[in-house]
């Protein structure tokens, strides 16, 4: 299957912006970790095989079929853990347009503790009251089918966060700017969560309806995912317009 940049512009160019920022954020790991965004019907963009995040471009970007079983075999094939994640979690989520997985460091972090729960103590830790999955079930590198439908299954409906014990994060959104904005925001809670940890001393939990409340005003926050976005091309259309190629 060939693309041009001008196959899904506008989607190309979001999901490439966030590739870079997640570099200059220090989120990324090597030319590992991958994200997606499904286009059309069962076609989604992901980003190439071992392609540092700096580097990605709007073109560079693959368009793949979550129901090509021949994928693996094409001479540009993506990283095959990616394909066996992403294919299978655009195929079985209609909510997940967007999936975004990171081994970043605090959220992978949290992912190691034998409780990886994340109690409501701010407002950020509290934006994913009720709306996180944990899978503590690894068993090493997700390289098939049945591994990604594993995972898909355990995003049911509101789960928005998927934190893979052993491993790292996953999120989902329906769109490029809020699962940008999810996964930027929980490795925030993450960090604020461990760096309480550290201190010693006894959490300040927020009380069940409290914390219900704050997730809820986040979800009605208007436009904040897209404008987050937004500023976030604006940087780069200054300092390296180069990711929209």
């Known amino acids: 299957m060939t693309a041009s940049l001008d196959d899904h512009r506008s989607a190309r160019i979001d999901l490439a ?32 095989c071992r392609l540092h995040f700096s580097r990605v471009t709007a073109g560079s970007l693959l368009l793949l079929d979550a129901h090509d079983p021949a994928t693996l075999d094409r001479p540009d094939a993506p990283d ?11 195929a079985r989520l209609p909510q997940a347009r967007c999936v975004m997985h990171l081994h970043s460091k605090y959220a992978t972090a949290l992912a190691c503790l034998a409780d990886s729960t994340m109690p409501p103590i701010d407002m950020n830790t509290a934006r994913f009251f009720g709306r996180v999955a944990i899978d503590d079930g690894f068993a090493g590198m997700a390289l098939s089918d049945e591994e990604g439908d594993r995972q898909a299954a355990l995003m049911t409906e509101g789960e928005t966060v998927l934190l893979m014990a052993n491993h790292g994060v996953l999120v989902i959104g329906p769109t490029v700017a809020d699962a940008f904005d999810e996964l930027y925001y929980f490795e925030r809670a993450a960090e604020t ?26 979800r009605g926050y208007g436009r904040f995912a897209a404008d987050h976005l937004d500023n976030v091309k604006a940087i780069l259309d200054a300092e390296e317009p180069g990711y929209r190629d």
């Open 80 to 90: 095959p853990t990616a394909w066996y994640l992403h294919a299978r979690l655009h």
């Open 193 to 218: 969560l461990l760096t309480c940890y550290a201190a010693g001393r006894t959490l300040r939990v927020m009380p069940d309806e409290v914390a219900r409340l704050t997730e809820q005003q986040w």
């Open 17 to 48: 912006a966030v590739f870079r920022w997640f570099a200059r954020l220090d989120m990324h790991e090597s030319i590992a970790n991958h994200m997606s965004v499904a286009v059309d019907g069962s076609r989604f963009l992901i980003n190439p």
